[in-house]
């Protein structure tokens, strides 16, 4: 527990960073000079980098075992971009450090997942998760309500980037840390050879492309705030507090969602599409209250997602193979998530209701593969 906690402040931290970023990264975009394809297309590319790379980081950390390596990399590369916006003058500049960023999440994803899954066996895999899930998205609340204070008090986007150097370098020091003093000797280290398992089970399969669905129907937040910015629903300083919103939803739902994995198994993965779905409509209304609604449910979403539909994978997967696992199971993830948003974009320019019905069709559709994987 007491590892679980500490990587929990490591993302706690981490998530300050780089979701602080994000809450205000489609209208910085914006600022800029991009438009909404362009939003939609960096964020989808960045979300295709950051899961599709994973494939070969996750089969990296199996066959070398160097999950720490991995983890202190990935991290380093991850949360330093994100700082960097602050020098942008262009919006292919920032276009490029939103994608390094993910890029340094690629690297290090798999690995620390590997450890964590490892760590939670001892107090259940969907609670350790939860756990886990619930302290990032305690740093998730916490970005954007620092980055809205700033964009309050200076009126700079600037100076929002600028001020997530101080939880970067903090995150980062904690790791270092909990290499050197916390590294537990039943845990996976550096140098171990890798043993012989057994291919990924026919379920998993099912479950990836599930989750596939999931990930395509999902709108991002980049989407979600221009829209907002665009019709007037929102201010520049209220954009970042619906993010907040949602990130503190997003951390109660993964405790609830990881105690109910622990309970009932994989039933519970299909609340992920069910509030997906019924948050579509509202994000994407013209009515501040509409929009608060929706980032509720779209919290919920996210919630069960990155909690419960990553402790299933743990679950699933033999050991000695985990690291392969999470990474098809985020690379999948990712592309799906990058050829939707991409068509989400193209589809709002056209009409934003054709993306509502986009949506809440794929995020259904993702219902009958989980039925299959969970039989």
Do not use: C
């Not at 362009?38 to 990296?60: D, F, K, N, P, T």
């Not at 929002?160 to 290499?179: C, D, E, H, Q, Y």
């Not at 779905?277 to 501040?288: E, K, N, Q, T």
Request: charged share 15%; no cysteine.
């Amino acid at each position: 527990m007491r590892f679980i906690v500490l990587l929990g402040v490591v993302s706690l931290l981490a998530d300050i960073t780089y979701e602080g970023a994000r809450s205000i990264s489609g209208p910085y975009l914006g600022m800029l000079g991009a438009g909404a394809a362009v939003v939609a297309a960096v964020a989808g590319a960045g979300e295709l980098i950051g899961y599709a790379l994973r494939l070969a980081s996750g089969y990296l950390a199996d066959r070398t075992r160097s999950y720490w390596t991995l983890t202190l990399a990935g991290y380093a590369v991850n949360l330093l971009a994100v700082p960097a916006l602050a020098l942008a003058g262009r919006w292919e500049v920032a276009a490029a450090l939103m994608i390094t960023e993910r890029l340094g999440k690629a690297i290090r994803t798999p690995a620390r997942d590997v450890l964590l899954a490892d760590a939670a066996k001892a107090v259940g895999t969907g609670w350790g998760f939860g756990l886990h899930e619930a302290m990032d998205q305690i740093g998730a609340l916490a970005g954007p309500l620092i980055v809205a204070g700033v964009i309050a008090s200076m009126g700079s986007y600037r100076a929002g980037f600028a001020i997530l150097l101080i939880p970067a370098v903090a995150a980062l020091a904690v790791l270092t840390a909990a290499r050197h003093r916390h590294s537990r000797p039943d845990l996976p280290r550096d140098g171990r050879p890798a043993k012989a398992a057994a291919r990924l089970p026919r379920v998993f399969w099912l479950y990836v492309a599930a989750t596939a669905m999931i990930a395509a129907g999902y709108a991002d937040f980049p989407l979600i705030a221009f829209h907002l910015k665009s019709v007037g629903a929102a201010s520049d300083v209220t954009i970042p507090l619906l993010y907040a919103l949602a990130m503190g939803v997003d951390a109660v739902a993964a405790l609830v969602f990881g105690r109910l994995y622990d309970r009932f198994g994989r039933l519970v993965v299909i609340g992920a599409p069910a509030f997906a779905a019924a948050a579509a409509p509202l994000v994407f209304s013209r009515s501040l209250p509409g929009a608060a609604a929706g980032m509720v449910l779209w919290g919920v979403g996210m919630g069960s997602q990155e909690s419960v539909l990553r402790a299933a994978v743990a679950d699933m997967a033999p050991e000695g193979r985990r690291g392969a696992a999470y990474g098809v199971f985020n690379g999948v993830f990712g592309v799906a998530w990058f050829a939707g948003s991409a068509a989400m974009g193209l589809l709002y320019q056209s009409s934003p209701m054709a993306l509502v019905v986009f949506s809440i069709a794929a995020q259904t559709g993702a219902v009958p593969f989980l039925v299959m994987s969970r039989k």
